[in-house]
């Protein structure tokens, strides 16, 4: 059967340089690209980074996978190919296999199903480079949105996008698959920035979360002025003289950023931790006093990755998450966010250097921060820490379907399944103030599991009909707060990357906005590759 062309696209995306054109470099961006050239077509990964592959291949090694279960499709692919490679003994230099998985408190190692969650960066990075190569996917690397002007559209619909270089890259279809929307801003998509009150949605978790915020806090009382018991001597630096609103109440504010460490506590590969500039010790003053009084337990997010590394994550009150510095990135211009990435380096390698060496710091602690160090062989393009600064949340679509928490619990039908999510409905701490008791406390932290596996919908990855009829959104994509804390997981990023660019050869194919996409023949292509759409729920 030949299907016909419409005149949506004639001239001049017919004389396209790609069929698909893929601004961003997370691993939605991979498996989109992926999917295309498995599906015939021509595309072009035009990426911000020069290293692909976003979170997965900058530290997050430890995955957050939920019910592995409902992680089909390319992204089983992935986490197998991880698998292959630590089945072979070479591929541990440092530690015996079973050795680690007596280290490694979960069983992130299946050799039932043939596949593996955690790994390090650099294998990750083999993976994703060998598969595009092997498939022929042209990378640009290294290219910077025009924000303000490079967005070339003609009756709602992309023609092309131009760099900062000057570059231009014109296409059929088009997916933003950044952790910050920047395509999807620039062409004019509606969207938004930060939590929804409980009332828009019909929701119970968004919004301020002040008395459910009991994770990641204070467990002790610790003084928040610059002289104890004296609040008009002022705040100890990183506490907000603001105090959050009413619990359910929006605001505009967006949860905690922080880089994933690779650490390790094998001597022959450990790199001191460094002395940042800029290092202010005053920075840390509330730390302090949150060590003296107790809280000794510095490493609870060390999570082990093979051979004697870590993916270091956020743990506790005053931890490794730059709480409060994070709201203005969404938004701002390159400069300012090379200037909030430097902020956030700077926070963090303070942090580790000061728990290391500070005399002031209890000795148990100094002790076992001082065991660990950068690992050699990771990022040693960048003084062996990642580039990539965890995003954890940025800008999010508004469509005419949006996933709530309602969808996530599965009380609401999702009725056009693309992929499942699992993972528990997670936001980090937002806000770090004062309380009623004259204490420091954060504020936002919110860990809830949806009780099960849940279909993500198709209409929440396409801008509103009559925005955009070219553009396919799978990272930040059209959620409410709360439950993209649920969506925003690296394995669900590569089954909606996957998704939208089968949806993207079916636009192309039919000469049909990406809002008409037929549901029938997008969900046969991608059961027939491999993707879960639906699963038993308790």
Request: glycine content about 10%.
């Amino acid at each position: 059967m030949v299907l016909a062309v419409s005149s949506l696209w004639l001239t001049p995306t017919l004389l396209a340089d790609h069929d698909l054109v893929i601004y961003g470099s997370s691993p939605a961006a991979i498996t989109a690209a992926l999917e295309a050239r498995d599906l015939g077509r021509t595309v072009v990964i035009v990426s911000p980074d020069k290293r692909l592959g976003g979170m997965t291949t900058h530290g997050l090694g430890w995955t957050d996978a939920g019910n592995t279960g409902a992680v089909g499709g390319m992204a089983r692919e992935f986490y197998r190919e991880i698998w292959k490679h630590y089945r072979n003994e070479t591929a541990w230099v440092r530690e015996e296999r079973e050795e680690y998985r007596k280290l490694s408190p979960k069983p992130f190692i299946n050799d039932g199903e043939k596949v593996m969650w955690n790994f390090e960066p650099h294998v990750a990075e083999a993976v994703i480079g060998r598969w595009i190569d092997q498939a022929g996917v042209e990378v640009a690397r290294d290219e910077w949105l025009d924000r303000a002007s490079g967005v070339e559209a003609t009756d709602g619909r992309i023609v092309s996008i131009r760099m900062l270089s000057g570059r231009k890259f014109a296409g059929k279809v088009f997916l933003d698959a950044t952790y910050e929307g920047d395509l999807m801003a620039a062409a004019g998509v509606s969207f938004t920035v930060g939590r929804e009150a409980n009332s828009t949605y019909g929701e119970t978790l968004n919004g301020v979360q002040t008395a459910r915020a009991t994770s990641h806090n204070f467990t002790l009382p610790v003084d928040p002025f610059v002289v104890p018991g004296d609040p008009a001597s002022g705040l100890l630096p990183r506490i907000s003289a603001t105090r959050p609103g009413p619990d359910g109440s929006g605001d505009s504010l967006v949860q905690a950023y922080c880089f994933r460490v690779c650490m390790t506590d094998e001597p022959k590969n450990r790199v001191p931790f460094p002395k940042p500039e800029g290092y202010d010790a005053r920075q840390y003053e509330l730390a302090l006093r949150y060590l003296v009084a107790g809280q000794i337990n510095v490493t609870g997010k060390f999570d082990r990755i093979p051979n004697r590394k870590t993916d270091t994550n956020n743990y506790g009150g005053f931890s490794f998450d730059n709480i409060g510095m994070s709201h203005d990135y969404p938004l701002a211009d390159y400069s300012k966010r090379r200037e909030i990435v430097r902020e956030h380096r700077t926070y963090q390698q303070g942090l580790l250097w000061f728990l290391a060496n500070d005399p002031r710091v209890p000795a148990t602690v100094r002790d076992e921060v001082s065991r660990w160090g950068l690992a050699a062989d990771e990022f040693a393009e960048n003084g062996h820490w990642p580039p990539q600064l965890y995003v954890r949340e940025s800008r999010r679509m508004v469509s005419d379907f949006v996933m709530s928490e309602g969808h996530v619990t599965r009380r609401i039908a999702s009725p056009r399944p693309i992929g499942m999510g699992s993972y528990a409905m997670d936001s980090h701490n937002v806000q770090r103030y004062v309380d009623a008791g004259g204490h420091a406390r954060n504020e936002g932290d919110v860990q809830l599991s949806p009780g099960g596996p849940y279909p993500i919908d198709y209409g929440a990855i396409i801008p509103k009909r009559g925005e955009c009829t070219n553009l396919l959104v799978p990272v930040c994509l059209a959620a409410s707060h709360i439950a993209y804390g649920s969506i925003r997981m690296e394995p669900v990023f590569m089954i909606l990357g996957q998704s939208a660019a089968a949806a993207a050869d079916l636009a192309i194919r039919n000469g049909i906005p990406v809002q008409d996409v037929p549901y029938d023949a997008l969900r046969t292509r991608l059961l027939a590759r491999g993707q879960r759409l639906d699963l038993p729920t308790p």
